[in-house]
C-alpha cells in the first residue's frame, strides 16, 4: 500500500514554533490570556492570531531575522530524501502561516506542498483563512479536510505532528507519530500513536 505524509510545520518540522517565536519576540502584555483561550478551544484560531497581532509591534524585516534564527529537525532532510526515493507524496498542513514556511523551506532548499494560513502586512499583521472549515469554527486551516481531499483512494495515510490543530487528522490516519501535546493527547484519548522526538525516529520505525 502507498504511503502518504502530511505533515505539521511549526514544532514539527521546525525545533521552534513559529508563531510562539512570534509572540514572544513581538507581542506586548496579554498574549498569554488569548493564547489560554486558544488552547482550551474557545476562540478559533483567526480570532487568536488577530486578536494577538494588534499586540505587535514589529514589520516583515523584523520577521524575517526572527525566521533566519529558527532551525529545522536534524533528520528532515533525510526523510524528505526517504520519500523522494520510495514516491511517497509528502504534504505540510499548518495552522500557521505560509509567509514562515515559504521563508524557511526556501532557506533551506525545499520545494515541498503546503498548506496555510496566509499572513497579510497592511500596517499591521493579520491572516486570512484559506482553508476554514465552517462547519467547525476553530482551526484556521482545517487539515482534515485537506487530507480527505489530497488523499487518493487505497493510500496509507501517515500523520507527523506535535500540537493541538493536529488532533483531528491525527484521529483519521492509519499510521502517527506524535511528539508534545498531540501525543499527550492521543494517549489519553486511547488513540494509536508513536511517540518520537524528531524525523530520526520516523524513518527509524517506518525501516
Known sequence: MKKVFYID????????????????????????????LWEKRKISTEECANRTFQLFRATLDD???????????????????FCKKECYPVYILSDGYDF????????????????ANQLVFEQGFRIRCSYYNQDCGLCGTCK????????????????????????CPAGHSNLVFAKGKLFEYCRAEGISAIPIAGFIEVLEKLS
Open 63 to 81: 520577521l524575517r531575522s526572527l525566521l533566519d534564527t529558527i532551525e529545522i529537525d536534524e533528520g528532515f532532510g533525510t526523510f524528505v530524501k
Open 144 to 167: 482534515l479536510s485537506l487530507m480527505k481531499r489530497l488523499t487518493q483512494p487505497g493510500s496509507q495515510v501517515v500523520y507527523v505532528g506535535d500540537g493541538i490543530s493536529d488532533i
Open 9 to 36: 510545520f511549526d514544532g514539527t518540522i521546525t525545533q521552534k514554533d513559529t508563531c510562539q517565536a512570534m509572540v514572544e519576540a513581538f507581542a506586548g502584555e496579554g498574549w498569554q490570556q488569548i493564547n489560554e
Open 100 to 115: 514562515c514556511i515559504e521563508y524557511i523551506l526556501k532557506k533551506h532548499g525545499y520545494k515541498i506542498p503546503y498548506f
